[in-house]
């Protein structure tokens, strides 16, 4: 048996796509080190000039990242912290993403940018914890957040294989996660969701490391309610035939979504499921409230986060 | 080491006053409602585009600004084609998606005009690094106006480059004003300061000189080539029209009529010709005034795009959006 963390899955198809494709490069900070596990080791294995240690300029990098990738290269971007997505917003949603459309299909943009450790973390508080997913799949970009290690694999993969940019969330609450592996690791294709319980009575759409509470949850209540749990694994662009397709096995919905509510990723989930699904009662989501902020102390931290007790009484309130 | 078309003073002479014509018409097509949004036009800065691609090879790339024309025509894109993009047709360089602001061919290395300030030079670095990594004897010119200077992009840009050594040539067309702001009032210390301080070298030249220009991006640019790192070049110069074609309906006062005028004085067009034969200029005119007729033709010869078309590109996998419209 083999057991293989979230963090080396990462790690090893960032490895995989380095020894296969000359063309692929990374910029972040502390990446020699490979301070944040996606990169360890890589420098050593294939050089400073591939793996590239880049001072604390965010903006230059990622922007670099693009002229890079305009002239062929595949970078990808490691960003420390989740909220340091807000300070490259328009190098990732007004350059990259345009460059396409704007040049009328002349360029493209492999640009892959990677947080590892979004959402909370536990004791970083506010400008540490964010988790802002929906803001890239309201803009258009191709945005992943994997739950499991084989799909951060091959999500990955797939992410550098791709011609267009890629925001690939590795929530801080997945990252810890090992796996049995007893397939070999391959890439997984961006738009198409996996079921990871089977169930006829209610469908739970849920994102990144909440997989795990909604599978636990599901089967606590095995005895009085038969849950499918349902991930995107790609929440732009998302895989709506899946969805709808569990819509008609179970007719019940409740999204598990650690976004904020507002025009976050579960009002999307609903608004697809009301206008193209037909529902046996109203659909839930169980969120972060509204503009959410997360404070420091480790109680108000869980209070502002999706938990079981408010997804038990989402899957009962559908059930009524 | 030049652009073939650049080559000699003659074809300098011709690109700017390319680039001055299809200004004044493009001026024209802003009036008669042919080109929507409006222009920022590039009048008065000819030597700088002109100067500088002079020193760049085919295989050299660049980044524009919101005042592009003129690098997208000196580095060689075809007139006809910036002119039906300007107008918004399917034949226009990047098939009518991208406008005045976005026009790139990058055919021919233009790597885009950009409607942010500053936006361009990071790119441009990113660019210059992979073809130091390819192995490509490569320079990647930025241009960028002194509003620009202003940016933090652009500073944290200009030390990515150093660091990296990239072949980088900046060029910092300091025309006075960023829209009505004055560059002595909004720049502390000065341009080439910023430069030296990050270890790049940086000369001010003459912006309405195109051979003084030129002499100066060779200098730089045949330096950063051979691997000696990133340039930086000022060139002082001066915008003869309005920050942008909207402008002339407010009638503003940022600037007096007696400092356009002394500046008009120095037309670099004017001096460029004076170099040459009188016949010679007369010939170039008539060919240039020649290929705009042409060109005028056939942007107005193109097709608006089909609306059904109006997501095509937006990804380069081929990805389709949902529409807008209720299902
Ligand atoms: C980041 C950013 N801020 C503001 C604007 C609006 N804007 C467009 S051009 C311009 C002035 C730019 O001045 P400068 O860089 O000197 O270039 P110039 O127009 O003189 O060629 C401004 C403020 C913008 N496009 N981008
Ligand atoms: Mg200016």
């Known amino acids: ?320 | 080491m030049s652009l073939p078309h650049l080559a000699d003073r003659a074809g300098r002479y011709r690109a700017m006053r390319l680039i001055r014509s299809f200004e004044e018409l493009a001026l024209e097509w802003v009036r008669s409602g042919l080109i929507v949004g409006g222009t920022h036009p590039y009048i008065g800065q000819e030597a700088v585009a002109v100067g500088v691609c002079a020193a760049l090879t085919a295989d050299d790339q660049l980044t524009s600004t919101h005042r592009g024309h003129g690098h997208v025509l000196a580095k060689g894109a075809d007139p006809g084609r910036l002119l039906a993009e300007l107008a918004g047709r399917v034949d226009g360089l990047n098939r009518g998606r991208g406008g005045s602001m976005h026009a790139a061919d990058f055919s021919l290395g233009i790597l885009g005009a950009n409607g942010i300030v500053g936006a361009g030079a990071p790119i441009a670095v990113g660019a210059a690094w992979a073809a130091q990594r390819q192995g490509r004897p490569r320079v990647v010119a930025s241009f960028f106006g002194d509003g620009a200077l202003n940016q933090g992009v652009l500073l944290e840009a200009l030390n990515l480059a150093s660091i990296w050594r990239a072949p980088v040539l900046f060029v910092c067309e300091n025309n006075g004003y960023a829209t009505t702001l004055p560059a002595g009032a909004a720049v502390g210390g000065s341009a080439c300061g910023r430069a030296e301080a990050f270890g790049i070298p940086a000369e001010t030249v003459d912006g309405m000189d195109v051979e003084a220009v030129r002499a100066a991006a060779q200098r730089l640019a045949e330096r950063a080539r051979a691997g000696g790192g990133p340039g930086f070049l000022e060139c002082l110069t001066y915008r003869f029209e309005a920050h942008h074609t909207m402008e002339r309906r407010f009638r503003l006062s940022y600037r007096t009529p007696q400092e356009v005028a002394a500046w008009r004085e120095r037309d670099p067009l004017v001096s460029a010709a004076a170099a040459l034969p009188p016949a010679e200029v007369a010939s170039i005119d008539a060919d240039v005034s020649q290929l705009l007729s042409l060109a005028a033709e056939f942007a107005l010869a193109s097709a608006e795009p089909d609306p059904a078309t109006a997501d095509d590109h937006l990804y380069a996998s081929g990805l389709r959006p949902r529409s807008g419209a209720a299902l």
């Open chain 1, 1 to 320: 048996m083999t057991l293989l963390s979230y963090a080396k899955a990462m790690n090893r198809a960032l490895a995989d796509a380095l020894a296969a494709d000359p063309a692929v490069c990374v910029f972040g900070e502390d990446v020699g080190a490979g301070l944040a596990g996606l990169t360890l080791g890589l420098q050593q294995r294939f050089g400073a000039e591939r793996v590239v240690d880049t001072p604390l300029s965010e903006q230059a990098f990622t922007s670099a990242g693009i002229g890079a990738a305009l002239a062929g290269m595949r970078p990808v971007i490691e960003l420390q912290i989740p909220s340091l997505l807000f300070l490259v917003f328009e190098q990732l949603a007004n350059q990259a993403h345009k460059f396409s459309l704007m040049t009328g299909g002349q360029a493209r943009v492999p640009l892959t940018v990677v947080v590892p450790g979004s959402g909370s973390r536990s004791g970083w508080a506010g400008q540490h914890s964010d988790h802002p997913y929906a803001l890239f799949a309201h803009v258009g970009i191709k945005t992943l957040v994997p739950a499991t290690p084989t799909d951060a694999y091959g999500l990955l993969s797939s992410a550098i294989a791709d011609d267009d940019p890629v925001v690939l969330f590795a929530p801080a609450g997945a990252l810890g996660v090992r796996e049995d592996v007893t397939v070999p690791l391959a890439p997984v294709p961006l738009g198409v969701a996996r079921t990871h319980r089977p169930g006829t009575d209610v469908t739970v759409l849920s994102v990144g490391h909440l997989v795990y509470q909604a599978l636990a949850v599901a089967e606590e209540l095995a005895d009085e309610v038969s849950v499918e749990v349902l991930d995107p694994r790609t929440l732009y662009p998302l895989d709506r035939a899946a969805l709808l397709a569990s819509l008609g096995r179970t007719g019940r919905l409740v999204v598990l979504d650690d976004s904020n509510r507002f025009a976050g990723f579960a009002a999307e989930a609903l608004a697809i499921a009301g206008e193209e699904g037909r529902l046996l009662a109203p659909p839930r989501r169980v969120t972060r409230p509204d503009g959410a902020v997360l404070p420091f102390a480790l109680g108000l931290d869980r209070a502002l986060q999706p938990d079981a007790a408010q997804l038990r009484d989402a899957i009962r309130a559908v059930m009524k």
